[in-house]
């Protein structure tokens, strides 16, 4: 019988990543003490090397940033067997997150799987087909087919059979290969290389230029563990900060700053984190136990009556 890995959640965080060091691979509490987080993780990463006993979903995700792009299909075939064809990037054309895919960026070949609608297989829905990627005539193209012997399959072909110009086609991807570059006095990032992750059927204008934490977690629904969804907006946030550093590195190659808006909505972010820091400090205080309290209370009391009878004045 082959075992089956436990999965868990990758930690994000230096205390979350030292006790996983700690409770699940088994180092010293002294040594993981001294450790920071880079060092942490190459720790980390050369143990699951050695094929622990577990797994950690998107740990590739994690650590590269990636993004997302919804466009109008440009060329859609669909059969009622299933078949599936789909030109979801034009390349060498400036799209509407100001990038140019080159040809060659999309990977030729490459198998991949067809999100549940909105990219929600990420969430845990059950994927809906399969597919290859291909260039041809300055387009992208995925040649797929839904699972037409499973509910979910059937349901999706149909849902998108009806749905028909109502909606979009979007790819998850991370940049291998990519820099800005200055396209008819135009400043754009151009895509030399990718790595496509999956397909998916989306709602007009969803997701253009959304990061891969929107699509890896989908935002927080009430049902999301407390502990799972501080990670989703610690996640988050550093992805937020990084778009900004990129976004101002590329602004400063230019020789210009960020735009007054961008420093305004900075500085409102800036404004919002200070003034929430009070509420987190209250979540981390540890209430005291009412009956604990109440000893020390009447400890100080007998305390005081003792001191009163001795004549010592209180």
């Known amino acids: 019988m082959t075992a089956q890995k436990a999965m868990m959640a990758m930690p994000t965080s ?12 088994e180092m010293s509490e002294e040594a993981a003490a001294d450790m920071e987080m880079p060092d ?10 050695s094929d622990v006993g577990h797994t950690h979903s998107g740990m590739a995700a994690l650590q590269v940033a990636a993004a997302r792009k919804s466009f109008a299909p440009i060329d ?18 400036v799209d509407a997150d100001n990038d140019v895919t080159r040809p060659g ?3 030729a070949g490459k198998a991949v799987p067809m999100s549940a609608y909105g990219h929600t297989s990420w969430d845990g829905a059950l994927p809906t087909g399969r597919g290859k ?23 999706a072909h149909a849902t998108v059979k009806a749905m028909a110009e109502l909606q979009q086609w979007s790819y998850g991807y991370k940049v291998l290969d990519g820099g800005p570059v200055v396209l008819d006095n135009m400043s754009v990032r151009e895509l030399r290389r990718l790595d496509v992750y999956e397909i998916s059927p989306v709602l007009i204008g969803a997701g253009v230029g959304t990061s891969t934490l929107a699509i890896k977690s989908g935002a927080p629904g009430p049902e999301m563990p407390w502990a799972e969804r501080l990670s989703w907006y610690v996640d988050s946030l550093s992805a937020l900060l990084d778009h900004g550093k990129a976004r ?16 305004a909505r900075l500085e409102d972010l800036e404004v919002a984190l200070n ?30 009556e003792l001191a009163r009878m001795l004549g010592v004045p209180v």
């Open 14 to 25: 230096a205390p979350a990543m030292r006790r996983h060091l700690v409770g699940e691979h």
């Open 248 to 263: 101002q590195e590329l602004r400063a190659s230019e020789g210009r700053k960020l735009s007054r808006t961008d420093r």
């Open 133 to 155: 990627l291909r260039e041809a005539d300055g387009l992208g193209i995925f040649d797929g087919k839904f699972f037409m012997d499973t509910d979910q399959g059937r349901n």
């Open 76 to 93: 859609f075939k669909l059969s009622e067997a299933g078949d599936v064809t789909v030109a979801f990037s034009r390349l060498d054309v």
């Open 40 to 49: 942490m993780r190459d720790r980390h990463d050369t143990m699951h090397e």
């Open 275 to 304: 003034g929430h820091l009070a509420a987190i400090h209250e979540l981390l205080l540890v209430p005291e136990d009412p009956k604990a309290a109440q000893r020390r209370l009447t400890t100080i009391m007998v305390e005081v």
């Open 105 to 107: 960026a999309i990977p």
